[in-house]
């Protein structure tokens, strides 16, 4: 995958409108419509802005690592999902995902208490 594919594969994935990612990178819709009709990579200079809008890694965007190269199959969709939650939302999820864990830890502590009388 090209480093255009993987830029425009970004916005597509993390539905981010072109004008959000024109006006993020200081350059014009246009010129970011002309990149994805020509197949034209991004300017060297942009490359770090575009990391920190799409959150991902200079290596990842660059094609130097794919996302499938270190993530399973259900943490890509459960991290593609995550990252189109609000902020609020994701409060909410990590939150619940903690609530969940202690809970857990708490069922294995009984658990293992139990085994041991």
Known sequence: MTVNERFFKLIDDQ????????????????????WRTRGTDLPAKLIIPACRLFNV???F??????????????????????RQLSLYDKVIINGEIARFLKEQQNKKGIASAKKAV
């Open 15 to 34: 539905k981010i409108s072109q004008k959000t990612v024109a006006n993020k990178l200081n350059v014009s819709e246009k010129t970011l419509s002309a």
């Open 57 to 59: 890694t200079i290596e």
């Open 61 to 82: 965007l660059l094609g130097n690592i794919e996302i499938t190269d270190v993530l399973l199959d259900d943490e890509v969709v459960l991290l593609n999902n995550y």
